[in-house]
């Protein structure tokens, strides 16, 4: 499972990440799914309350963020949703990608002691 091997690999960056600064334990994680992240949400939040046993982030408090995918268009400043397959503003055409923060899981903050 796809959601699986992701949320291995955010908690291992996150354990990472605390060993290098001296944590020893994970309080609270934040993570953040954007809405065009080709995930299943609610495979990721179970992946994520299943991949932290016997991690040291056993104990934190894991909250699962999704993102609205909003962008502005740089032609006509119109804020929408783009969609797929063609992401184009509903003002005036324009295709405007979707920024890379909308198409990712990533870690917004960890906090630890
Ligand atoms: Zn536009």
Same mark, same amino acid.
């Given at each position: 499972?796809?959601?699986?091997?992701?949320?291995?690999?955010?908690?291992?960056? @996150?354990?990472?990440?605390?060993?290098?600064?001296?944590?020893?334990?994970?309080?609270?994680?934040? @993570?953040? #799914?954007?809405?065009? #992240?080709?995930?299943?949400?609610?495979?990721?939040?179970? #992946?994520?309350?299943?991949?932290?046993?016997?991690?040291?982030?056993?104990? #934190?408090?894991?909250?699962?963020?999704?993102?609205?995918?909003?962008?502005?268009? /740089?032609?006509?400043?119109?804020?929408?949703? /783009?969609?797929? /397959?063609?992401?184009?503003?509903?003002?005036?055409?324009?295709?405007?990608? /979707?920024?890379?923060?909308?198409?990712?899981?990533?870690?917004?903050?960890?906090?630890?002691?």
């Amino acid at each position: 499972m796809h959601e699986l091997s992701l949320v291995e690999s955010i908690i291992e960056s @996150v354990e990472h990440d605390a060993r290098s600064r001296g944590i020893k334990k994970i309080t609270r994680l934040r @993570v953040v #799914a954007g809405e065009l #992240a080709s995930v299943s949400h609610r495979a990721l939040s179970f #992946a994520l309350e299943n991949v932290v046993r016997g991690t040291f982030l056993e104990q #934190a408090n894991i909250e699962l963020a999704v993102k609205e995918a909003w962008e502005s268009c /740089p032609v006509c400043q119109q804020k929408f949703k /783009p969609e797929p /397959p063609f992401y184009q503003c509903p003002e005036c055409g324009k295709t405007v990608f /979707p920024s890379s923060e909308n198409r990712q899981v990533y870690i917004d903050f960890y906090e630890g002691e």
